[in-house]
């Protein structure tokens, strides 16, 4: 998978994607020339919108968790030596999309973060469509 080989020339270990458009969601194994990625994604059935995350192994063994709240949001939850980690990614609705959209996806990110205990470190990697001027 040429995502993949980018992420190894790169010496990437995660990497949050949007606008995926893969169907439904789960969870592979893709492999470059030397290294091999976990890849959890979430999409809908349409193939629309989606987010998914990579992480290179042997981090991907450290994954605790996936979390998938919709097709624009979604989180893991790994452990970095004595750190536990949620990795979000995120995809906000763009201009032109509905202002409930909008709300309602802002509701699910912030009533996400907000569960999550403050002893836990947040990362978010994300399009979040924000406008300045």
């Given amino acids: 998978m040429e995502i993949a080989e980018t992420l190894?020339?790169?010496r990437i270990d995660i990497c949050c994607f949007q606008e995926?458009?893969?169907?439904?969601n789960g969870v592979?194994?893709?492999?470059?020339?030397?290294?091999?990625?976990k890849l959890s994604w979430n999409g809908q059935k349409t193939a629309k919108n989606g987010v998914g995350i990579f992480v290179r192994d042997p981090?991907?063994?450290?994954?605790?968790d996936i979390k998938r709240i919709n097709s624009r949001l979604m989180w893991i939850k790994l452990r970095i030596e004595k750190q536990t980690m949620i990795i979000f990614s995120a995809y906000a609705p763009q201009t032109g999309e509905s202002e409930e959209m909008k709300n309602d996806f802002w509701t699910a990110f912030s009533d996400t973060i907000s569960t999550i205990p403050k002893f836990e470190t947040?990362?978010?990697?994300?399009?979040l469509n924000g406008h300045v001027g």
Avoid at 20 to 24: D, E, L, M, V
Avoid at 28 to 37: I, L
Avoid at 59 to 64: I, P
Avoid at 122 to 127: M, V
């Fill in 8 to 10: 190894e020339r790169r």
């Fill in 20 to 24: 995926t458009r893969w169907k439904s």
């Fill in 28 to 37: 592979c194994h893709v492999n470059s020339d030397k290294e091999k990625y």
């Fill in 59 to 64: 981090l991907a063994q450290e994954v605790l």
């Fill in 122 to 127: 947040i990362l978010i990697g994300g399009d």
